[in-house]
T-cell receptor
Framework: GAGVSQTPSNKVTEKGKYVELRCDPI?????LYWYRQSLGQGPEFLIY????????DSGLPNDRFFAVRPEGSVSTLKIQRTERGDSAVYLC???????????FGPGTRLTVL | AQSVSQHNHHVILSEAASLELGCNYS??????LFWYVQYPGQHLQLLLK??????LVKGIKGFEAEFIKSKFSFNLRKPSVQWSDTAEYFC?????????????FGAGTRLAVHP
């Protein structure tokens, strides 16, 4: 596809459940980023992949959050034992290499009831 | 820690008015600077960026921004806004010390332009 895609666009889950959010970056982009945007705030960095490896996961809030990118393309953000405070829009971005312009996907709106 | 401040959270203008949105960052080293825009119902899009060179940067749709290193500022300007500029605007920075790996965003400025 031409841009970054994310699925699902909306996810409603119950407190304590496990969720997976998927990101398809632009083809050929080696760098992939996850951000979280809460209401009324700017996006907040979670994790950065260069290729298959997580080069910087300093933004993950706690060990309930985990992300993978096994083949250096698609990435999945995994949240265990969801809490109401996890409700936010989760954004994925990709860039040709680190430091270049980041292209954002439409986001996944996660609601934890 | 790096941070980005956007001074105006909500701005309301009439069409043809001039726009200036403030952005200040806290980081003493080399940075790349960005303005992103999010139109209603759409995803974040890059408006303009500064990496090096001329501190006055021109972007899409008539927007420009000026990097003033001594003031740690990167204010966004447009001489005459249109109704279609109604959107949320985010200033962002990434830093050399972090390997330019992540963007630090401001809280955003919501702009409403009335016809």
């Amino acid at each position: 596809g031409a841009g970054v895609s994310q699925t699902p666009s909306n996810k409603v889950t119950e407190k304590g459940k496990y969720v997976e959010l998927r990101c398809d970056p632009i083809s050929g982009h080696t760098a992939l980023y996850w951000y979280r945007q809460s209401l009324g705030q700017g996006p907040e960095f979670l994790i950065y992949f260069q290729g298959t490896g997580a080069a910087d996961d300093s933004g993950l809030p706690n060990d309930r959050f985990f992300a993978v990118r096994p083949e250096g393309s698609v990435s999945t953000l995994k949240i265990q034992r969801t809490e109401r405070g996890d409700s936010a829009v989760y954004l994925c971005a990709s860039s040709l290499t680190a430091g270049n312009e980041q292209f954002f996907g439409p986001g996944t709106r996660l609601t934890v009831l | 820690a790096q941070s980005v401040s956007q001074h105006n959270h909500h701005v309301i203008l009439s069409e043809a008015a001039s726009l200036e949105l403030g952005c200040n960052y806290s980081y003493g080293g080399t940075v790349n600077l960005f303005w992103y825009v999010q139109y209603p119902g759409q995803h974040l899009q890059l408006l303009l960026k500064y990496f090096s060179g001329d501190p006055l940067v021109k972007g899409i749709k008539g927007f420009e921004a000026e990097f003033i290193k001594s003031k740690f500022s990167f204010n966004l300007r447009k001489p005459s806004v249109q109704w279609s500029d109604t959107a949320e605007y985010f200033c962002a920075v990434n830093a050399h010390s972090g390997g330019y790996n992540k963007l630090i965003f401001g809280a955003g400025t919501r702009l409403a332009v009335h016809p």
